[in-house]
């Protein structure tokens, strides 16, 4: 773990020069560059500083573009683009050519962060013995939102290579000791639910208005339901079913609270649609002919009702921009002609061909949403989208292409919908293998199938009094069919979000093997299919390879076996 890199890194990217006044402030402020520890850590304001640094690391391109290609480069969803001729690193990603030396293989960038939010913890208690104006909610609600944002960097991390270097140790010195052995997946899993359990009741439940534009600042930092959202999707990789539940329904209720509170205590009719679900409708207005009105809600302005965490970038063009959008999906100059990614051939071909097996009918709005042209991805790259179906056929407008370099889409981590489909996910795992479901499996069935045609049902591109529901629940009554409707609901709703490799990784560590991987994987492929066929037989190969620099540093890390020379024991085949 190359620390010596980014031990200040902290400072550089977290601190201003004077107070804040709003959270809007908080969100926009420009760090400045060189502070000396010592004359540092005297009032809240610096502590701030530190937490606002540590976000827009988030939103820098290092971090951006891995999210984004950890998450989604090497799955079925994502195929070459005609302009990834600049980045070769990309290139053999998406061949699963991944070598040791490969740049997407560095991981400072999310080291760089945990570091921060480890000595926030350090010396914040500190400052509010020196402060009078910290008060110790603030102080402990300060220690949950950076607890929160380590928890979710290691959780990237281990996600991605599976067992990592961990601590929770500010590390300020060079005499530090700093070649860490990689400690084990489910150690570092547990560590991070404990520390969520720990904080979750002194996170923030709601900032102060601000603005008008509030939901800004309630969606774009660290929230109590931020961290209910991490301890859900966290448990259900431990496989702790009912935790995962027990905190997607407390997402759920708030997110429906909110919803009928916004509606002065009403529950709006336009939610009909969604079984009662807070969802945004896509139906634009009451004649029900024009949708997309969800898209861009929850994408084009951003910080949407449905949003329960995303990294926010502002519109000013002095702040950051969203450049991993732009190199990779698309931008107004490239967007004709797709950035470094595409949507694999067989999304592609699907839709040009109208078979619509992925996005299983013609009414499905994020069909027209996500992609254009057979494969250019525009999902993030655009702001608005109108679909009009008054003739009977799809009449479809996408407008609003960011510059390039201009992106000011926001990144979304959790959505009400993604929190809705890991309980369903956890709600299959729970049904039982028996043949016949029993008067238990029938229940978590049941609510399982309700969960996942809400959210179908929510992209219909047809009026209420009009919709047929698309998935028929008698075709899908077994533990195995109802779970491969999850996984189909996840890869159409959250395509493109940087979730759907982290999906067929967590479900091949559940069955044991990577056959449902690699079936999905192999579909994007024409060529070289045996030996990534053969390649995936190794469960370790899901996982990334250290690189080859943090080997070199730290003698204690010992390689990925599908990437090196098997000297160790993890080693598995199907």
């Given at each position: 773990?190359r620390i010596?890199?980014?031990?200040w890194g902290?400072?550089a990217a977290?601190?201003m020069s004077?107070?804040?006044?709003s959270?809007?402030?908080?969100?926009?402020l420009?760090?400045?560059?060189?502070i000396?520890?010592e004359?540092?850590?005297?009032e809240?304001?610096?502590?701030d500083?530190?937490?606002a640094g540590?976000?827009s690391?988030?939103?820098?391109?290092n971090?951006?573009?891995?999210?984004?290609?950890?998450?989604e480069?090497?799955?079925d969803n994502?195929?070459r683009g005609q302009?990834l001729?600049?980045?070769?690193n990309i290139?053999n990603v998406?061949?699963?050519?991944?070598?040791?030396?490969?740049?997407?293989?560095?991981w400072?960038?999310f080291?760089?962060?945990?570091?921060?939010?480890?000595?926030?913890?350090?010396?914040?208690?500190?400052?509010a013995?020196k402060?009078?104006?910290?008060?110790d909610s603030?102080?402990?609600?300060?220690?949950?939102e950076?607890?929160?944002?380590?928890?979710?960097?290691y959780?990237y991390?281990?996600?991605?290579?599976?067992d990592v270097?961990?601590?929770?140790?500010?590390?300020?010195?060079?005499?530090?000791k700093?070649?860490?052995?990689?400690?084990k997946?489910?150690v570092?899993?547990d560590t991070?639910i404990?520390?969520?359990?720990?904080?979750?009741?002194?996170a923030?439940?709601?900032?102060?208005e601000?603005?008008?534009?509030?939901?800004?600042?309630?969606?774009?930092?660290?929230?109590?339901m931020a961290i209910y959202?991490m301890l859900?999707?966290m448990y259900?990789?431990?496989?702790?079913?009912?935790?995962?539940?027990?905190?997607?329904?407390?997402?759920?209720?708030?997110?429906?609270?909110q919803?009928?509170?916004?509606n002065?205590?009403?529950?709006?009719?336009?939610?009909a649609?969604?079984?009662g679900?807070?969802l945004?409708p896509?139906d634009?207005?009451?004649?029900?002919s024009?949708?997309g009105?969800a898209?861009?809600?929850?994408?084009?302005?951003g910080?949407?009702?449905?949003?329960?965490?995303?990294l926010t970038f502002?519109?000013?063009?002095?702040?950051?921009s969203?450049g991993?959008?732009s190199l990779?999906?698309?931008?107004?100059k490239?967007?004709?002609?797709?950035?470094?990614a595409s949507?694999s051939s067989f999304?592609?071909d699907?839709?040009?061909?109208?078979?619509f097996?992925?996005?299983?009918?013609?009414y499905?709005?994020?069909?027209y949403?996500n992609i254009?042209?057979g494969?250019?991805?525009?999902?993030?790259?655009?702001t608005?989208?109108?679909i009009?179906?008054?003739?009977?056929?799809?009449?479809?407008?996408?407008s609003g292409?960011?510059?390039?370099?201009?992106v000011?889409?926001n990144?979304?981590i959790y959505?009400?919908?993604d929190?809705?489909?890991?309980?369903?996910?956890?709600?299959?795992?729970?049904?039982s293998?028996?043949?016949?479901?029993?008067e238990q499996?029938?229940?978590?069935y049941?609510?399982?199938?309700a969960?996942v045609?809400a959210?179908n049902?929510?992209?219909?591109c047809?009026?209420?009094?009009?919709?047929?529901?698309?998935?028929?629940a008698?075709?899908?009554n077994t533990k195995e069919k109802i779970e491969?409707l999850?996984m189909q609901?996840?890869?159409?709703e959250?395509?493109f979000?940087g979730?759907?490799w982290?999906?067929?990784?967590?479900?091949?560590?559940r069955?044991?093997?990577?056959n449902?991987?690699?079936?999905?994987?192999l579909?994007?492929?024409?060529s070289?299919?045996?030996?990534?066929?053969?390649?995936?037989?190794?469960?370790?190969a899901?996982?990334?390879?250290?690189?080859v620099?943090?080997?070199?540093v730290?003698?204690?890390l010992?390689?990925?076996?599908?990437?090196g020379s098997?000297?160790?024991?993890?080693y598995?085949?199907?």
């Open positions: 773990m010596k890199n980014i031990i902290v400072f977290g601190v004077s107070g804040l006044s959270c809007g402030d908080f969100l926009e420009e760090p400045q560059n060189e000396i520890l004359k540092f850590w005297n809240k304001t610096d502590v500083g530190i937490i540590c976000y690391g988030m939103q820098s391109n971090l951006m573009l891995r999210m984004m290609i950890w998450g480069f090497r799955s994502i195929s302009n001729d600049k980045d070769l290139e998406l061949k699963e050519n991944i070598l040791a030396t490969n740049f997407y293989t560095t400072d960038g080291y760089s962060i945990i570091n921060r939010c480890n000595t926030v913890i350090k010396y914040a208690p500190g400052v013995k402060d009078p104006n910290f008060s603030e102080l402990k609600a300060d220690i949950a950076v607890t929160a944002l380590r928890a979710l960097c959780f991390l281990i996600r991605t290579f599976r270097p961990y601590s929770t140790e500010a590390f300020i010195d060079d005499n530090q700093m070649d860490l052995p990689a400690t997946f489910d570092v899993l991070l404990g520390d969520l359990e720990r904080v979750k009741d002194d923030v439940e709601k900032y102060p601000a603005s008008s534009a509030q939901r800004l600042y309630q969606t774009g930092r660290i929230t109590k959202a859900c999707e259900l990789w431990k496989k702790d079913y009912n935790n995962c539940i027990r905190y997607a329904d407390l997402v759920i209720d708030r997110m429906k609270k919803a009928k509170e916004a002065g205590g009403m529950v709006n009719d336009d939610y649609k969604t079984n679900y807070p945004i896509t634009y207005n009451s004649s029900m024009t949708y009105y898209y861009n809600q929850i994408f084009g302005t910080n949407s009702s449905e949003s329960i965490f995303e502002m519109p000013d063009d002095n702040m950051p969203n991993a959008v990779c999906y698309g931008n107004s490239n967007s004709g002609i797709m950035g470094y949507a999304i592609g699907d839709m040009e061909s109208k078979t097996a992925v996005f299983n009918n013609k499905d709005a994020r069909a949403e254009m042209r494969n250019v991805i525009i999902k993030y790259a655009h608005l989208s109108q009009n179906f008054s003739s009977g056929t799809a009449e479809v407008t996408v292409f960011f510059p390039e370099n201009k000011k889409t990144w979304i959505r009400l919908s929190i809705m489909l890991l309980k369903a996910e956890a709600l299959a795992q729970l049904i293998n028996n043949e016949t479901f029993t499996d029938e229940r978590y049941n609510e399982a199938f969960l045609n959210v049902k929510r992209s219909l047809q009026p209420l009094s009009q919709i047929k529901d698309t998935l028929v008698t075709a899908y491969l999850v609901e996840r890869q159409r959250l395509m979000e979730k759907r982290y999906d067929l990784v967590r479900r091949s560590l069955d044991g093997n990577t449902f991987l690699s079936t999905q994987v579909q994007k492929f024409t070289n299919t045996s030996a990534i066929q053969n390649k995936f037989r190794k469960l370790d899901i996982f990334w390879p250290y690189n620099d943090e080997l070199k730290n003698k204690n010992h390689q990925n076996p599908a990437f098997g000297e160790n024991n993890s598995k085949n199907n």
